[in-house]
């Protein structure tokens, strides 16, 4: 599944963040005439600075969507990728759920994870990284997204997710075995990824290969029984069965 921007979203979007730029511009052009006696003009002028520079921000990420034709979120049974701010991977194994987050009418989906800190961490933008502490402090969680600029609605989005999630939180035995042939078309040379043990061949996967374990390596076994097609009768098949396990 594949998500887009929408066009017409982002242009709406540019609108409103040219009239927040214009009125940051006045504030700050026309700070003592606003106060009038009445307040500070320097706090009024500070408000207008701060406003020009949400303003910015805005146009700088809607003009990016409007010339960005290629996805900005997609799932698979991996994980969720994420492409509004950087290209983000959350596997689906480290999203404990989905909440709702509302300001004045405009929801968010907030992705609760499992380790936030970590994904913090892995941002290599400062402004970004504080962010995404803000985020964590105020919702309790660093990643969220928004369907403000997709080409579906809030509750569409919400709907994938959790459709996605359910599915694929738990790897399908079916997705494990094609993942292990592909694994091992790729190791099968490297005399340091599998062992050969009495009972079976043994295969060893690193766990910064494989997006759904925890720390862990992911440890295959086929019995050389499995094999017996494709082992000839006076091969290492019938050789292992008399000794000990041992590894090459």
Not at 53 to 79: M, Q, Y
Request: charged residues 20%; proline residues 4%.
């Amino acid at each position: 599944m594949e998500i887009y921007t929408s066009r017409k979203k982002n242009i709406f979007l540019l609108f409103l963040s040219l009239l927040f730029l214009a009125a940051g511009i006045y504030f700050v052009l026309h700070g003592e005439e606003i106060a009038a006696g009445k307040r500070s003009p320097l706090l009024v002028q500070s408000i207008g600075i701060a406003t020009i520079a949400f303003a910015l921000l805005a146009l700088f990420f809607t003009i990016k969507n409007l010339l960005n034709k290629r996805w900005v979120l997609r799932a698979n049974p991996e994980g969720l990728y994420l492409r509004i701010r950087n290209e983000l991977f959350i596997p689906w194994q480290e999203i404990t759920g989905f909440e709702v987050f509302e300001v004045r009418g405009s929801k968010s989906v907030l992705i609760m994870l499992k380790d936030p800190q970590a994904y913090i961490a892995k941002e290599k933008s400062p402004f970004l990284r504080k962010m995404m502490q803000w985020n964590l402090r105020l919702c309790g969680t660093s990643v969220s997204i928004s369907s403000s600029t997709m080409q579906i609605s809030h509750k569409e989005l919400l709907a994938l997710l959790i459709e996605y999630w359910n599915k694929y939180k738990i790897l399908p035995d079916s997705y494990k075995k094609n993942l292990f042939y592909e694994l091992v078309n790729k190791i099968w040379y490297n005399c340091h990824s599998y062992l050969i043990g009495k009972e079976g061949l043994i295969f060893l996967f690193p766990a910064d290969e494989i997006t759904f374990l925890e720390g862990e390596p992911w440890v295959v076994e086929i019995p050389y029984y499995e094999l017996r097609h494709y082992l000839k009768d006076n091969g290492i098949y019938n050789f292992l069965i008399q000794c000990d396990p041992f590894s090459v």
